[in-house]
């Protein structure tokens, strides 16, 4: 679902935070080269627009200065245009016009484009224009046909059901003759099981098959964790086959973790929504960003997801500890915290609130309640309140302050700085944790000390 | 949790283990309990397994907590501004070697601004924001240079911190002195305990700590081992002295002229003459005084210079080092030693009581010349006598200034650390008018920094004349680094007309002018930097 929650960003005439701008850049050579040249020394000719560009000409090594330009006016995000050879999108130069425009009053005017910037902005205006006179291919709903729109669901859902019968052959030709052979014949097998899925159109079990193929031969348990996972697999397909007789909130969870497409149609909730952590995840193919929310009045942890191509950072960012006034819609599933951002309604700002923590023993049994509704899942959000990190062996535990308690945290996140930065803001002192409980550990994503300060990320 | 925190098969139940074992063997070699062979048995057993899994995660239960650290130490000093803790923030991000290529570009070498930054936190006594403490460590961890104003910005949380991961271990070892964590802070008899049970590196630094507080109980607690201790370990000790240097210090050091260790003798021996006052610089005056006197029988007074002719037991003994390096004629090499540890204030007498300047004056006999000057470098620098500095040093615009004479830029360097900041800066300035910026770098680097007013023109109005005579900029690439660190950032309105490209004059390397635009840009960028850097760091209304 690429490209879902792109809707209502266009945001002309209100500055950017450096956080994020720095947030587009496509790598961490690219971020730090572009905050290097957010200043004003190699800049000259800068302005923008009303329509929302920014353009200036930035002094390199060659006699002529680079043009950059960069176009804040699409709503399905920023378009930028460099006369500098670099290949990466935004480039340092696009970074740090942005960051300059950002960071500085005055440094970027209010002016006329150049006639440079104006030739290109021209073009893309109209190309848009054409796009959205042409029509996309596939509106998300309603406009078309009715009824061959649910001719067009019917057939894919007999696709899936071919798919997921097709599966459940290939799982129980794996159990019948053992995982240990499954070491042995190596990723191929799942990548064309993989490759089926894809063909079936239920790109969620596809997903699930290529975490399968990395499990054998990891670690001394993984004949353990790859039965779990099989057993999980099968219980989708299973989910799938026989939906009709399963109640509709555990229906509409099975058919989005096949990976069928759902539109967040839930009510819009207006609130001032506290900014608890992002986080990208990368395979081959896509960025997934993660954005976890607490809606200090509806008391509603959600959570957004948001895809940009392999190696490109997705483009919306929210800064972690800051409250953003904004409407969201659920997507549906029972008691499942994914949500589409919709309006939004005053920039970021910041709040003393912070989520309401629990005790780590609350917070597996929560994690618990929720595999009744979604026995797929792998953690749940969750805040603790006063727990101390602690060594433990090679590992860490988040301990309960006042009580005997622990979470270990998940191996993944130990070797990650975050846990350090915890380490450090607690001193051995308890502190307010957000972070992902499941059977995997306790991931901490963000934290804040006891007293007034601001939340710390950990991501 | 119970389960994940144990991963071990023990731990599991017996169906659950049975289940693990039929998958792993296949339902071909092994049937699951309570389920009947044959085609269905694979689906029976992901069943069981489904069933099994949501079970066993659903019914987690959290672990028994491991003993607690310690609490880290309180740190009392005020937290950053918020600017200046996201300005700390970038400067840490900021690796060397991420961005790519050699050539610098326009833009501000971030990594080498920290320095600036701590030494400016740690001046105004901020506490470090205890998220950043890894990326402080880290810092410090790459670069030994940065670990004593880190780690005293760092502070005490740190070194708790460091215990916790061993890639920090070096904090522990080098606790610079100062700092709310002076080793041996646990009172008399902590520093005793230190002192006797201690590491060799532990003892050093609450040596150092103890001798920046307390000068004469430090070396009271080194005299009271001095016999026991290894020759290798006494030299280091010794070493320690330097700092907090006074008269109290000459019985001891006088007792260690008797060392066993030639190494500890000549560094006694040099720690002595630093005293001008001591009974060792009256023996080193008086012979010094027999090797030099001027010469009146001629047209103009002349110094003449009777080396010794041998070097003596008692000389010996004032850690005169008897055999010469290889090359040098022994006499010389004798006399150069009596002349650095005589005391300078001594010779105006003996040379008829001439001031310093006029002594410099006076031609000397034989070439014996730039051996005399260079030992009376050595005593100046090692005594910090201001007059004979100057002396030494004489008019920066002077010709011989420049070029090769008897005293090498080196020594100058170490001479001009002996005056006081202005009047280095404004020394180092009339050097750069008149012999221009390829042989100032050596002398930049003693300046105070951000350099004074005249000093700062001096070297824009000097990179400005070798932009115009054509040369590329890199060959100036040592001095425009230092004036991106050290150059006034009010300065940096001044430097506005310099960042056009130019006109390529005749004869100019080709390209140069936008190169030379480009290092000013950089250096503008840079000074606006450190000026926003400051100006973060002060609190308002101070």
């Known amino acids: 679902m690429p490209g879902h929650n792109v809707g209502g960003m266009t945001q002309q005439g209100v500055r950017w935070t450096a956080d994020r701008v720095l947030a587009l850049a496509p790598d961490t050579a690219s971020r730090e080269a572009g905050g290097r040249l957010g200043a004003a020394g190699p800049w000259s000719g800068t302005g923008r627009s009303d329509e929302g560009a920014v353009w200036g000409l930035c002094g390199g090594s060659g006699s002529e200065p680079y043009r950059t330009v960069v176009d804040l006016a699409d709503p399905s995000g920023p378009a930028y245009r460099c006369s500098c050879p670099s290949r990466r999108s935004p480039c340092k130069h696009a970074l740090g016009l942005l960051l300059l425009w950002a960071g500085e009053d005055g440094a970027v005017p209010r002016a006329e484009a150049p006639e440079w910037a104006e030739q290109w902005l021209a073009g893309r205006r109209g190309s848009t224009e054409r796009g959205r006179t042409a029509g996309s291919p596939s509106p998300p709903s309603g406009s078309a046909d009715p009824e061959a729109a649910r001719r067009r669901a019917e057939r894919r859902a007999e696709r899936v059901t071919a798919g997921a019968a097709e599966l459940e052959q290939r799982l129980a030709d794996l159990l019948r003759g053992g995982l240990a052979a499954a070491e042995q014949s190596g990723y191929g097998l799942w990548e064309e099981t993989a490759a089926r899925m894809v063909d079936a159109q239920a790109p969620g079990l596809a997903a699930r098959v290529r975490e399968l193929g990395a499990l054998p031969g990891t670690g001394p348990n993984w004949p353990v964790r790859l039965l779990e996972e099989c057993a999980l697999l099968h219980l989708l397909g299973r989910g799938w086959l026989h939906r009709e007789r399963l109640p509709e909130g555990l229906a509409a969870t099975v058919r989005s973790r096949i990976g069928l497409p759902a539109s967040a149609d839930g009510p819009p909730v207006r609130d001032r929504w506290l900014v608890l952590a992002q986080y990208d995840t990368a395979d081959a193919r896509l960025t997934t960003r993660r954005i976890w929310l607490y809606g200090t009045d509806s008391r509603r942890t959600a959570l957004l997801l948001f895809y940009g191509a392999a190696g490109r950072a997705p483009e919306i960012t929210l800064p972690v500890g800051l409250a953003l006034d904004a409407e969201l819609s659920a997507y549906p599933g029972a008691r499942q915290p994914r949500a589409a951002l919709g309006e939004r309604f005053a920039p970021p700002a910041p709040t003393a609130a912070r989520p309401p923590g629990t005790t780590t023993a609350r917070a597996v049994v929560r994690y618990g309640e929720a595999l009744c509704d979604d026995p797929w899942l792998d953690s749940v959000p969750v805040t603790l309140d006063r727990v101390v990190p602690v060594p433990d062996g090679d590992g860490w535990q988040l301990a309960d302050a006042d009580g005997d308690t622990a979470l270990p945290v998940a191996p993944a996140a130990r070797s990650r700085p975050g846990l350090w930065r915890l380490v450090a803001l607690s001193g051995g002192a308890p502190v307010t944790v957000f972070g992902e409980c499941g059977h995997q550990g306790f991931t901490p994503l963000a934290a804040w000390p006891e007293g007034a300060d601001e939340a710390v990320s950990l991501c | ?542």
């Open chain 2, 1 to 542: 949790m119970s389960r994940t925190a144990a991963a071990a098969d023990p731990s599991l139940p017996d169906a659950w283990e049975d289940l693990v074992t039929t998958a792993l063997l296949g339902t071909d070699r092994r049937t699951p309990a309570g389920c009947a062979p044959g085609p269905g048995a694979p689906v029976a057993l992901l069943d069981a397994a489904a069933a099994a899994t949501v079970r066993r995660r659903a019914g987690l239960r959290p672990a028994r907590a491991a003993r607690r650290p310690r609490p880290a130490p309180k740190d009392p000093r005020p937290p950053l501004p918020p600017a200046a803790a996201r300005r700390l923030a970038l400067l840490l991000s900021d690796r060397p070697g991420t961005s790519g290529g050699g050539r610098r570009g326009t833009a501000p070498d971030l990594m080498e601004l920290l320095p600036q930054w701590l030494a400016a936190a740690n001046a105004r006594g901020f506490a470090a924001p205890p998220a950043a403490l890894p990326a402080l460590l880290d810092a410090a961890r790459g670069r030994t240079d940065l670990r004593p104003a880190t780690l005293r910005f760092a502070g005490p949380r740190a070194l708790w911190l460091a215990r916790l991961n061993p890639d920090w271990r070096f904090a522990l070892r080098s606790t610079p002195g100062g700092s709310t964590s002076v080793p041996g802070s646990g009172g008399p008899e902590g520093v005793e305990r230190l002192w006797q049970e201690g590491l060799f590196a532990e003892r050093v630094a609450l040596l150092t700590a103890l001798r920046s507080r307390d000068p004469g109980a430090a070396r009271d607690l080194l005299a009271a081992t001095w016999a026991t201790e290894r020759a290798e370990d006494r030299l280091l000790f010794l070493d320690s002295l330097r700092s907090g240097l006074g008269p109290a210090d000459e019985p001891f050091l006088e007792q260690a002229l008797a060392d066993r260790s030639r190494n500890v003798r000549a560094t006694a021996a040099e720690l002595l003459s630093a005293l001008p006052g001591s009974a060792f610089a009256a023996r080193m005056a008086v012979r010094a005084g027999t090797c030099v006197a001027v010469d009146h029988t001629g047209d103009v007074p002349t110094i003449t210079v009777e080396a010794p002719h041998e070097c003596d037991a008692d000389m010996e003994r004032d850690g005169v080092v008897a055999k010469a390096p290889a090359g040098r004629g022994e006499r010389a090499w004798w006399l150069g030693q009596l002349v650095e540890a005589a005391p300078l204030d001594g010779w105006p007498r003996r040379l008829g009581g001439r001031t310093p300047r006029e002594i410099m004056a006076l031609p000397v006999a034989d070439d014996w010349r730039s051996e005399l000057h260079a030992a009376w470098c050595r005593a100046a620098v090692r005594q910090r006598n201001a007059p004979w500095s100057r002396a030494l040093l004489g008019e920066p615009s002077a010709p011989e200034a420049g070029g090769p004479g008897a005293v090498s830029l080196a020594e100058r360097a170490e001479l001009l650390g002996t005056l006081g900041a202005a009047e280095r800066a404004e020394w180092v300035a009339g050097f750069i008018e008149t012999h221009g910026l390829s042989e100032a770098f050596q002398l930049l680097g003693v300046c105070a920094v951000p350099w004074a007013a005249p000093l700062g023109r001096a070297v824009v109005d000097a990179l400005n004349i070798a932009r115009d005579a054509g040369s590329y900029p890199w060959s100036f690439s040592g001095v425009m680094g230092l004036a991106e660190r050290c150059l006034d950032p009010s300065e940096a309105s001044r430097l506005d007309a310099l960042l056009a490209i130019p006109d390529e004059p005749e004869n100019a390397s080709p390209g140069a002018g936008s190169y030379w635009s480009e290092a000013f840009q950089r250096l503008v960028t840079t000074l606006r930097l450190r000026a926003a850097m400051l100006e973060e760091l002060t609190p308002p209304g101070a």
